[in-house]
């Protein structure tokens, strides 16, 4: 088994996979740790937790909104992934609501940005994944978000924006398409105006990759602290200080399973506009 695992990981040296194998690191199919000695047995799995890099802790706690034998609702704070990629491991909701409520097979039935706070919903578990992911898909599951932009001006609202928004793998910001057919709807409404900001109200009939933030700086109400639209700002991966002002609000659909309406409300609040009131 030693000399099979020095083959398959040519980026762990062997003094490493020896240290690994000694700590019982390596795993087979029922969970049990590998020995050195293991007689390699084709066809099967060996499992194994990757060496990860130091990640800064996002200075902000989840909420669990609800919990039951097949859904979590999560609050997301601001700066969490939802999944863990890239940069953001460990500082993912996946990893962190798993080790907090002893869950390893919680999952995402959808995401929110990293930078958008709000309302996440989960599954418990394999056997209800795909139900509650198929709910979006099929665009069955109504959500709210809230924002905070410039006040409205000259706009018109309420108003819909439609355009086709397209996200290459790997690049940062995503694009609209203006000699294309639509693929993305956003209904934008003010809710009330004060001191120089607008609170909306932004209700997607799509889910396109950043499709709020891009319809917002459509109709020249960009999001505050936007760090992609209208420009990109580089933000140290540290910084904290200034909150993309998104905010899912409410999510509501029928439940697949039982045939019940759920509907979940985030309990935060949007920092730039519990200023403005302030003022």
Not at 89 to 102: E, G, Y
Not at 114 to 132: F, M, N, P
Request: aromatic fraction near 8%.
């Amino acid at each position: 088994m030693r000399q099979f695992l020095v083959e398959r990981l040519p980026k762990l040296t062997p003094e490493r996979i020896d240290e690994m194998l000694a700590n019982g690191e390596f795993a087979g199919d029922d969970a049990l740790p590998l020995p050195a000695d293991a007689v390699y047995t084709p066809h099967t799995f060996v499992w194994f937790h990757r060496d990860l890099r130091d990640e800064v802790e996002v200075p902000f706690e989840i909420t669990v909104l609800h919990r039951d034998e097949r859904i979590v609702v999560i609050d997301k704070p601001h700066f969490l992934s939802t999944i863990p990629r890239g940069r953001h491991v460990t500082q993912s909701v996946v990893v962190k609501a798993r080790r907090m409520l002893d869950m390893p097979q919680l999952v995402p039935a959808h995401r929110l940005d990293r930078v958008t706070a709000g309302v996440l919903l989960l599954t418990a578990s394999r056997e209800w994944r795909g139900a509650y992911q198929t709910m979006f898909d099929r665009r069955e599951v109504e959500k709210e978000y809230e924002a905070i932009a410039g006040a409205p001006g000259d706009c018109q609202l309420p108003t819909t924006v439609r355009s086709h928004i397209l996200k290459i793998h790997g690049e940062m910001r995503a694009y609209e398409l203006p000699d294309r057919e639509p693929n993305a709807e956003t209904r934008i409404e003010l809710i009330e105006q004060k001191n120089g900001l607008g609170r909306y109200r932004a209700i997607p009939h799509t889910g396109k990759t950043h499709q709020i933030r891009l319809h917002m700086n459509d109709i020249g109400l960009p999001i505050v602290n936007d760090p992609f639209y209208p420009d990109v700002i580089d933000t140290p991966i540290d910084d904290f200080s200034s909150p993309l002002q998104l905010l899912a609000r409410t999510l509501r659909f029928v439940d697949p399973v039982d045939g019940t309406t759920r509907e979940f409300q985030s309990q935060r609040s949007l920092a730039e506009w519990d200023t403005a009131l302030e003022g």
